[in-house]
């Protein structure tokens, strides 16, 4: 039986030590527990996170009683109902947090009642292989202050067979990072991801990164490629209309693509996330048109994994990748859409963690489920291995059954 018996919700700890929200849905004899992570830079139009405690003893009242009783293998019909119960299209009245740890909760109750992980659940009988780990190793922007300006510095395994051995080599491009900055006398604290947070220029991590991933790539035998997060957004000022600097420079929408194709081309990335500011669909095309047949082009803060943003983004051939983070537009079903409309036009998906995270794996078992290209999750940290570890048990899975 997959009718909701009882729900459960409470508060627990993030990665930063902030408040996050906890759902546990119960079946006849499922059970299924699920945590909402927390952005640092968020996307303006990301679905609404309230307060954890306030949104917590509101939905004890406003919402769970309305969830009892209901089918949790009909998920279209449970994320309709939260929208529903909710009314405002945003999630501004139950909060975002709420509305995802209770969606993927139901969707693991669900797989549970059905004695089934939930990559299987939501996959169904073809999925036929796990993404590739892409793995943030050297980070500043607002997850590390004092470090590097551009947000995040990505390896990913492009070479690796096996993910499992994907996942090993990141690790080791993490230490051998960490060896080549102490070499250099630079100290190497950690950002919100786990990465290494040095105070160098962004020139000098794209130097160590190459040369760390060049020999972990050595020594494992396979290609491992270097991307980048630019978080855009974050670097845009709106009065000038320009991208500010910290050496004072000011850049233009045109000469942001300017500067971000040198580099793609420079550094041989395969990956930029969000080299504009949210609203710039134009530029991200601009980029992409020049770019886009040698690395992939993806959208953050510009989607938030919403349908309508992506179908925006389609029109105007904004990106060839769309990044999906199911906390930002707050239900499994939306999720879906999102990757959905993008995966019938031909973009690329990439399924991602948030800055602030906990022990939930949920996301690893979605990458795997919705065939993503690629899944970001961090490198080290229990909250980051956490997700690469249950990919790494996943894909043993996915190939004992072939
Ligand atoms: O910008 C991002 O892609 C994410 C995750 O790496 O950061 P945050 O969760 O802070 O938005
Ligand atoms: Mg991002």
Known sequence: MTIT????LRIILDSRGKKTVEAEVRTENGFGRAAAPGGASTGIYEAVVRDPSDAVSDATIQVIPHLIGVDVSDQIGFDSLLHEIDGTGNFSRIGANVAVALSLAASKAAADSRNIPLWQHIGGVFVAHAPRPLGNVI?????????????????VPTGCERVRDGIF??????????ELLTKRGISTGKGDEGAWAPPISDPDAFEVLSEAADIASDEAGFEISPGIDVAASQLYDP??????????????SEDQVT??????????????EDPLYEEDYAGFAALNRETGNRCLICGDDLFVTNKKRIQDGLTQGSTNCVLIKPNQIGTLTDTFEAIDIAQRNGLETVMSHRSGETEDTT?????????????????VGGERTAKLNELIRIEESIYERK
């Open 5 to 8: 018996r009882g729900i459960t």
């Open 139 to 155: 980070g500043g922007g607002a997850h590390a202050p004092y470090a590097t300006e551009i947000q995040e510095f990505l390896v």
């Open 169 to 178: 080599a990141n690790a080791r491009v993490h230490a051998l990072v960490r």
């Open 239 to 252: 009065e000038s209309g320009m991208y500010r600097y910290r050496d004072g420079r000011l850049r233009s």
């Open 259 to 272: 500067y971000i194709a040198d580099l793609i081309d420079e550094y041989e990335l395969v990956y930029v």
């Open 363 to 379: 996301i690893a078992h979605l990458a795997c489920a919705f065939n993503c290209v690629f899944i970001k999750t961090g490198v």
